[in-house]
């Protein structure tokens, strides 16, 4: 089975700090998302992974960065975070050519205050 | 880009009775339609999936439905049993090496006894 972690459940942080979230997968997947869930407004991509190094804009990017060093690992960066960066955060992995079937972690709900 | 919308937002159905989700897309290009059902505490999982050269698809008490011309898709669920309470995200997806999901807005799904 394909699992994916990320490293925090829930997390709690200041206004302006900077913030880590981490996701890890074992499937070998080619690429790796980001995600947000917010009440009434669904899942939205923030960035996407098809690669080591490799990075692209999803539909709602601003205010949020990534890294991807290893095959494995997919960061999201949030440089100073904002009240309005509370949300659920999803990180999701899946094999190159098939992008549409992905599986997802258990979630990181971040609460910024 | 590609635009999903997906009603109703909650829905309430007495166990044994069945469900129906319904989305729509804006991207005729589209040709991959993907559900997740999303459990409390858990990661979104891929449930059921039709393509565009499919009318119609079964498995067990779920089945989705597609109308290419109206650009509208459909979750069903026959039988509803407690374990079917979740929220449910349909998706569209063009498929290929750089396809990228876009989520409706989920519905939530509550089995009462």
């Known amino acids: 089975d394909v699992k994916v972690t990320q490293s925090s459940r829930y997390l709690v942080k200041r206004t302006g700090e900077k913030v880590f979230l981490e996701c890890v997968q074992d499937?070998?997947?080619?690429?790796m998302f980001w995600y947000r869930q917010d009440p009434g407004l669904g899942l939205r991509l923030i960035y996407f992974s098809y690669d080591v190094k490799m990075k692209e804009k999803g539909d709602i990017p601003e205010g949020y960065s990534v890294s991807r060093e290893k095959k494995e690992r997919f960061s999201l960066i949030l440089e100073s975070a904002s009240t309005n960066q509370t949300s659920m955060y999803l990180c999701?992995?899946?094999?190159?050519?098939?992008?549409?079937?992905?599986?997802f972690g258990p979630g990181t709900r971040l609460t910024v205050t | 880009g590609e635009n999903v919308e997906q009603h109703p937002s909650t829905l309430s159905v007495q166990e044994g009775d069945s469900a129906v989700i319904k989305c729509t897309y804006s991207?005729?290009?589209?040709?991959?339609f993907p559900w997740y059902k999303q459990e409390l505490g858990k990661g979104p999982q891929l449930i059921i999936d039709i393509r565009s050269n499919v009318g119609e698809k079964k498995d067990q008490r779920i089945a989705v439905t597609l109308n290419k011309t109206a650009k509208h898709f459909s979750l069903h669920i026959t039988e509803t049993q407690p374990e079917d309470s979740a929220v449910y995200f349909c998706a569209a997806s063009l498929t290929g090496t750089a396809s990228k999901l876009t989520f409706g807005t989920g519905t939530r799904l509550q089995v009462t006894l």
């Open positions: 499937m070998d997947h080619e690429n």
């Open positions: 999701a992995s899946t094999r190159t050519g098939r992008a549409y079937e992905q599986y």
């Open positions: 991207d005729s290009a589209s040709n991959y």
